[in-house]
């Protein structure tokens, strides 16, 4: 029975030799972890199972199944996402946010396709603001919590930091939907005539032009954005010194980005805006960033226990996504990343 081992008879039969133990004896000991180990480590301790999966599809050569089924515990009966699958929104109303993050998890699956993505078109048809757009936050009925960045309001405007990823991915897939018509020209007007912005927003800019089909037009805009981040310094260019750079109205301190924020992988039209040695500075920063606890920080504030710590495992796989697209080392055996549709 347990606990009872030291009363169990021992084996009838002579010992083992000596020295065929020899060899686990003089066996030598483990290395220092690599950043996958670490990372690895960090989403088992903290991940939901949407996380987890998905850092076994990415690098642990896991299938993606099971990333599909995890994803499908957010999806509504009217075709959206909800249920915190973006943390900062809490309770189980559909959010653009919220399908802005299943549609770069599908987007990451191959599986940005179908019947599913069918209805979700239907359901931001039914929610889109009178120019055709998406909102940030709709009014969440029963007061469900959203964090205090994320304001509320009656009758919330179209915002290109929801709109232009939701655009951007849909037409990466070559998906084709009355809905994307109106959206897609509202991306066109925000991004062509944009004189002052913010990080968020030219992340979702980016995210735009980096999916939409007419890449002569997507090149030129994305060219003018690239001098518009420069002038207003919306881009840490030197890690070293980024307290000197401003901060965007109501970001919090140290909530800033880096070139490889809004140039996550090399393909992206936003790379162009950065000098190699810009970009190498950053991604080494990117890779220092990696906790003692192998996970990466989050800059955003730390607004609500459950919020915080379901993002820092979204930090870290998009960390590492990023670290691998550039062919920065994670591990002696760094698995290939999916191939996207184009």
Known sequence: MPGDEASTPAPSGPPAPQAALAPQ??????GPATPLVRAEQFIWLTARVLEQRRFAFHFLGGEADPVDAALGAYLGADGGYGHALDPDLRGPLSQ?????????????????AGQRIERLCRHLTGVSTPDGALPLVFPPPRHHPTA?????????PGELVTTGPVVGLLHRNRIWHAWLFRATDFCWERV????????????????FLDGVPDRA???AAADRLGRLVREQRLVVLDPGRRGQYPLSAGYAPGEVLFPYDYAQRPE???????????????????????RPDGGWPVRRPDWAPGSSLERRPIATLEALLTLRAYGRPLTGVSLPGPAHPR
């Open 25 to 30: 004896a003089a066996a030598a000991p483990a």
């Open 96 to 112: 653009p946010l919220h399908t802005a993050h299943a549609l770069r998890v599908l987007d990451g699956l191959g599986r940005c």
């Open 192 to 207: 062509e005539n944009l004189r002052r912005s913010h990080p968020y927003e030219v992340r979702g800019a980016v995210a």
């Open 268 to 290: 992206s039209l936003a790379r162009s805006w950065f000098t190699d040695e810009e970009m190498r500075r950053s991604l080494d920063f990117l890779a220092t960033e990696q």
């Open 217 to 219: 037009r997507a090149a």
């Open 148 to 156: 205090p960045y994320h304001p509320v309001c009656d009758d919330p």
